[in-house]
C-alpha cells in the first residue's frame, strides 16, 4: 500500500511538470508609426498570441526577424522578461526600427492598404518554475497593417521630414 502511494505521487508529480506547449501566434493586432525620418523609424507593433497551457508561464527572451512579401522588413528582439497568463489570449507589445528603405520598398501596398505576407520565424525561450524551452516561431500570414495615412503624415511633420 505504502508503494501504492509513492508511485501515485511521483505520478502525479510528474504530470504536473510536463513540458509547456507552445505559444500560439495569432496576428499583428495594430501597427503604429512613432517616429519617421530619412533613417531609423520607429514602429509600435501589438503582437497577438495565445497560452494554450493551464498555467501561467515567463517569455525569457524572442529574436526573430519580420519578412514581408518574402522580403526582409526588421529584426524583432525581447529580453526582458513578460509574464503570460494562462489560458489566453494576449497582446505582446513590440517597438521595433524599420528603415526607411524597407519602409519604401513596400510603400504602394502599405498606401492603397493592400493585403501582405508577413512572415515571422525565429525562436522565443519560455520557463515555468525551473523548467525552460527553447520554442521555434514560424508564422505566416497575409492581412492589411492598417497603417493610417494621417498618421503617417503627421509622424512625417513631427519629424520635420
Known amino acids: 500500500m505504502k508503494s ?8 502525479l508529480l510528474l504530470a504536473s511538470c510536463s513540458a509547456p506547449k507552445s505559444i500560439e501566434f495569432k496576428g499583428l493586432k495594430s501597427l503604429e508609426v512613432k517616429k519617421m525620418s530619412l533613417g531609423n523609424n520607429v514602429f509600435v507593433a501589438n503582437f497577438q498570441y495565445n497560452n494554450p497551457n493551464h498555467f501561467s508561464l515567463t517569455l525569457q527572451s524572442l529574436d526573430c526577424d519580420i519578412k514581408i512579401n518574402d522580403q526582409p522588413f526588421t529584426h524583432y ?3 526582458s522578461a513578460f509574464i503570460i497568463p494562462s489560458n489566453t ?15 519604401l520598398k513596400h510603400s504602394v501596398d502599405l498606401v492603397f492598404n493592400k493585403p501582405m505576407k508577413i512572415t515571422i520565424n525565429g525562436n522565443a525561450i519560455l520557463s515555468k518554475g525551473f523548467l525552460t524551452k527553447q520554442i521555434p516561431i514560424n508564422y505566416t500570414t497575409t492581412q492589411k497593417l492598417n497603417l493610417d495615412i494621417k498618421m503617417i503624415k503627421e509622424a512625417l511633420k513631427q519629424s520635420n521630414l
Open 4 to 11: 501504492f502511494v509513492y508511485l501515485s505521487l511521483f505520478s
Open 77 to 79: 528582439h525581447l529580453d
Open 89 to 103: 489570449q494576449f497582446i505582446l507589445p513590440a517597438k521595433l526600427n524599420i528603415q526607411l528603405t524597407e519602409i
